[in-house]
T-cell receptor, first 113, second 111 residues
Framework: SAVISQKPSRDICQRGTSLTIQCQVD?????MFWYRQQPGQSLTLIAT?????????ESGFVIDKFPISRPNLTFSTLTVSNMSPEDSSIYLC??????????FGQGTRLTVV | KQEVTQIPAALSVPEGENLVLNCSFT??????LQWFRQDPGKGLTSLLL?????REQTSGRLNASLDKSSGRSTLYIAASQPGDSATYLC??????????FGKGTSLLVTP
């Protein structure tokens, strides 16, 4: 299994500001995934972060709103830009092992006021 | 659309009871299915992974089954304990790496 550390674990932010979430994995991985869990909803994939190339975004998510960095094989960041109360969610980082088993970080609980 | 549904949405049982959580999916062409546990305000803990060629997987008091033809999976928890109280999520992988999640079953085991 992979050990994934996310920072911050929670934050309360003012609308219009941006928050950058960090994800660190204890082993090198080709792909890292960012999910969003809105209150009362299921998890939804935001984007796949590949080292050395642009992130791949799912339908409904755009780079201007959720810019992603992937500087090396163990680290990624997700920024939530120009936040509104609708962005209040839990954001989770995930990796997949060679058996395609997914592992998740502890999540970042974001509240936008 | 590839939808994943979990029933019931919430469940309360007394300690010691055996219980079954259900997951159904609309597209049977899955690659694998994974069950997770989520504690309040926390991330997801992987419980069991079932590949499309498998019928069941077991880990301790947990047993997960998969019936692709009917689009169903069940998670069986034996001899439930208060520490089992959490939300249980079912996630289906098709082609690619994205997981399609259900909304979860919130389980409360009372002493």
């Amino acid at each position: 299994s992979a050990v994934i550390s996310q920072k911050p674990s929670r934050d309360i932010c003012q609308r219009g500001t941006s928050l950058t979430i960090q994800c660190q994995v204890d082993s090198q991985v080709t792909m890292m995934f960012w999910y969003r869990q809105q209150p009362g909803q299921s998890l939804t994939l935001i984007a796949t972060a590949n080292q050395g190339s642009e992130a791949t975004y799912e339908s409904g998510f755009v780079i201007d709103k959720f810019p992603i960095s992937r500087p090396n094989l163990t680290f990624s960041t997700l920024t939530v830009s120009n936040m509104s109360p609708e962005d209040s969610s839990i954001y989770l980082c995930s990796v997949v092992n060679s058996n395609t088993e997914a592992f998740f970080g502890q999540g970042t609980r974001l509240t936008v006021v | 659309k590839q939808e994943v549904t979990q029933i019931p949405a919430a469940l309360s049982v007394p300690e010691g009871e055996n219980l079954v959580l259900n997951c159904s999916f609309t597209d049977s062409a899955i690659y694998n299915l994974q069950w997770f546990r989520q504690d309040p305000g926390k991330g997801l803990t992987s419980l069991l992974l079932i590949q499309s060629s498998q019928r069941e997987q077991t880990s301790g008091r947990l047993n997960a089954s998969l019936d692709k033809s009917s689009g169903r999976s069940t998670l069986y928890i034996a001899a439930s304990q208060p520490g089992d109280s959490a939300t249980y999520l079912c996630a289906v992988r098709y082609s690619g790496y994205a997981l399609n999640f259900g909304k979860g079953t919130s389980l409360l085991v009372t002493p």
